[in-house]
């Protein structure tokens, strides 16, 4: 079965703060995807990386960045010098490979409110 | 290109009516998928469309609901007769067609806006 885990269900930080959002993921698949997505207030799933379970290179766009680590499977995503726009609920998901690959599981999301 | 596009943004209804709900995919997109969250739970898959043919249909909860996409274009979402715990958020997400299977089913979703549904 898959499981998408997301311990924390909020986080408050003050702007400029770095702020990490964990993901443990459970799956029996060897091939999987691992996605997250970002909700803002005006409500749309707003698609921010996708990562194979062959590539653990670490990524870093911008201010985000991404930590795989399969061998806890886990999926965490930082924020660097967070910005109050970065308020938002961001959810992690896990996908399969070939015809299920959308068919999302979705952990429950972490809400995170930067203040000003 | 617009992005997806979900209709109504919000109805209320109450407790056995009916309720149809509209997704729009992004044009020439020709998977089509319906989510939805109920309230303090996970976002949960409820069906995915190759086009008009139904893929896959195993998260559709009951036979309450009923997922339709004439013509391979927008999808329709019927909510009848709504209970309760059919309240929640309803989200469409598109993807398009790769080359193959393996490319055209990972690609990135394109979620809506999404339809917050509340029944009374």
């Known amino acids: 079965a898959q499981k998408v885990t997301q311990a924390q269900t909020e986080i408050s930080v003050v702007e400029k703060e770095d702020v990490t959002l964990d993901c443990v993921y459970e799956t029996r698949d060897t091939t999987y995807y691992l996605f997250w997505y970002k909700q803002p207030p005006s409500g749309e799933l707003v698609f921010l990386i996708r990562?194979?379970?062959?590539?653990?290179q670490n990524e870093i766009s911008g201010r985000y960045s991404w930590n795989f680590q399969k061998s806890t499977s886990s999926f965490n995503f930082t924020i660097t010098a967070s910005q109050v726009v970065d308020s938002a609920v961001y959810f992690c998901?896990?996908?399969?490979?070939?015809?299920?690959?959308?068919?999302?599981?979705f952990g429950g999301g972490t809400r995170v409110l930067v203040k000003p | 290109e617009a992005g997806v596009t979900q209709f109504p943004s919000h109805s209320v209804i109450e407790k056995g009516q009916t309720v149809t709900l509209r997704c729009d995919p992004i044009?020439?997109?020709?998977?089509l998928y319906w989510y939805r969250r109920v309230m303090g739970k996970e976002i949960k898959f409820l069906l995915h469309?190759?086009?008009?043919?139904?893929?896959?249909e195993s998260g559709m909860p009951n036979n309450r609901f009923l997922a339709e996409r004439t013509g391979g274009t927008y999808s329709t979402l019927k909510v009848q007769p709504a209970e309760l715990e059919d309240s929640g958020v309803y989200f469409c997400a598109s993807s398009p067609t790769g080359t193959g299977p393996r490319s055209s089913y990972n690609s990135p979703l394109h979620f809506g806006n999404g339809t917050r549904l509340t029944v009374t």
């Open positions: 044009s020439g997109h020709d998977n």
């Open positions: 998901a896990l996908g399969r490979s070939g015809a299920a690959g959308n068919k999302l599981t």
């Open positions: 990562r194979n379970s062959f590539d653990e």
């Open positions: 469309f190759v086009k008009e043919s139904k893929q896959d």
